[in-house]
């Protein structure tokens, strides 16, 4: 796995785990302290996503397209991620 692909395994990682906790805080308890850490963590984790996924070299567009879509950024990117591993 090369650093590009290695880099955008973790952060889409975290930002799946972000998304995750804000769904579960919103879900649950809904405490304004919470989404008020997650939030802007988990908007720095999608725009590096999609700022990492645009501007790599040699990622198909179907996994710069998936690291766009809001929500669904981390989890679209992990699966494009393993099926170029398993390519490469």
């Known amino acids: 796995m090369t650093g590009l692909l290695r880099t955008l395994a973790v952060l889409s990682a975290l930002e799946t785990v972000s998304v995750l906790g804000l769904l579960a805080n919103l879900g649950t308890v809904h405490d304004a302290a919470v989404a008020g ?10 725009l590096s996503v999609a700022v990492t996924a645009l501007l790599g070299r040699g990622l198909p ?11 669904l950024s981390g989890p679209l990117t992990m699966v494009n991620l393993r099926q170029e591993a398993r390519s490469a």
């Open 61 to 71: 567009t179907r996994t710069r397209i998936g690291a766009l879509v809001p929500v």
């Open 37 to 46: 850490v997650l939030g802007p963590i988990h908007g720095a984790l999608y």
